[in-house]
């Protein structure tokens, strides 16, 4: 059984004490307790929608941060792929294409590159259309 003064118990209480405290504070000061109550009400009464309000931009934030930190690990994922089989199974299917030559030449690396031809080269590459055919290699070389 857990133990039942939590954290977030212990901080709901000292919480309520010291808005008591506060209220006490308040009441020997102006001996008011009309106004006190009367605001008291409308502060109870707001609760529920601050509950709301809250609960949606932090399950909001959240949910963005749970998303990006699946992306962070499935990039993660797929360049440890790339970095172990994947180039290799790459330069074993460009054998199939039918069309090497119209990407071939602007693929090849230098250490000259800069961010700009990453870039363009990523949206040529994302614009290009591959096409395969089984006949142009031997299956049997890529050990499926």
């Not at 707001?46 to 809250?54: M, S």
């Amino acid at each position: 059984m857990k133990n039942i003064f939590s954290w977030q118990v212990l901080l709901g209480l000292l919480l309520i004490a010291l808005s008591s405290i506060l209220y006490l504070i308040h009441y020997a000061l102006f001996r008011d307790a009309h106004h006190i109550f009367l605001y008291l009400v409308g502060d109870i009464a707001f609760i529920p929608i601050e509950v709301l309000l809250v609960t949606l931009v932090i399950h909001r934030l959240l949910n963005e941060r749970e998303k990006q930190a699946m992306l962070k690990k499935m990039n993660m994922v797929i360049g440890a792929f790339f970095s172990e089989i994947g180039n290799t199974l790459l330069k074993s299917l460009s054998v199939f294409d039918t069309q090497p030559d119209n990407i071939r030449k602007e693929l090849i690396l230098s250490n000259q590159w800069t961010d700009k031809d990453f870039m363009n080269i990523s949206r040529r590459i994302k614009g290009y259309n591959c096409s395969l055919d089984s006949r142009r290699g031997a299956l049997e070389d890529l050990g499926i």
